[in-house]
């Protein structure tokens, strides 16, 4: 059986992605599709274990980049390839995206080295469709709720972070679709049951 698709989806803190990753899955489900919705970092048994030092533990940004590529490794190995294998999809809150675009863009550690590693985290599995939901940073952060090492990062390193997804997702434009966040949640489904069913040719 060919592997099912994998879809990720990315955005700055506050940018809903949760909520509309989740109402995705259930979607995929009404229409008959099995579905395993994880999220990085934690969606390994190691993650569980990591992510409260990630989120909350003052960390040099190396040391917060291998924890993080710990995790993918293990979250990639131990869950996402053996569900795609069995022909479920897989929807993913957060993948490699992050580290290039948090630890990168953000941290400023070189984007061809965070390329390299992510390459060994995922194991070359990259996803099938990323869904990056993009609004303006103040209007994210006052819609954040999750007090986190990197929601108290200043304004500057979240306009980093939004303006590296929009030069990532400029640079892969077939694997990436840009939602406005300030639309509601519903508009930003319907959107993307849109470009699933066309995508993935469902009916
Ligand atoms: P998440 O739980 O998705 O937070 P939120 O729902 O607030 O967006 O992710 C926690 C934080 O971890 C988020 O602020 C971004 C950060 N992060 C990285 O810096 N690099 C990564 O590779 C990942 C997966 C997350």
Request: proline share 4%; with cysteine.
């Amino acid at each position: 059986m060919a592997r099912a698709p994998f879809i990720t989806f990315e955005g700055v803190e506050g940018a809903g992605k949760t909520t509309l990753a989740e109402r995705f899955a259930d979607w995929l489900a009404v229409q008959g599709i099995s579905v395993v919705c994880t999220r990085e970092p934690g969606g390994s048994t190691l993650g569980k274990h990591l992510r409260p030092m990630i989120l909350h533990q003052p960390l040099d940004a190396y040391a917060e980049l291998f924890l993080l590529l710990a995790d993918r490794r293990q979250h990639t190995l131990e869950v996402i390839l053996p569900v795609l294998e069995q022909g479920i999809w897989v929807v993913c809150d957060r993948y490699a995206d992050s580290t290039l675009v948090y630890q990168g863009y953000g941290r400023g550690l070189n984007l061809e080295l965070l390329r390299q590693l992510n390459a060994i985290a995922t194991n070359g599995l990259q996803p099938d469709l990323t869904v990056l939901i993009d609004l303006p940073i103040e209007v994210a952060l006052a819609r954040a709720n999750d007090p986190n090492r990197f929601e108290a990062e200043a304004i500057e390193f979240h306009q980093r972070i939004r303006a590296g997804y929009l030069q990532e997702a400029a640079w892969a434009t077939e694997r990436y679709i840009i939602l406005n966040g300030l639309e509601p949640s519903e508009s930003l489904l319907a959107q993307l049951q849109t470009v699933v069913k066309e995508r993935f040719s469902l009916r």
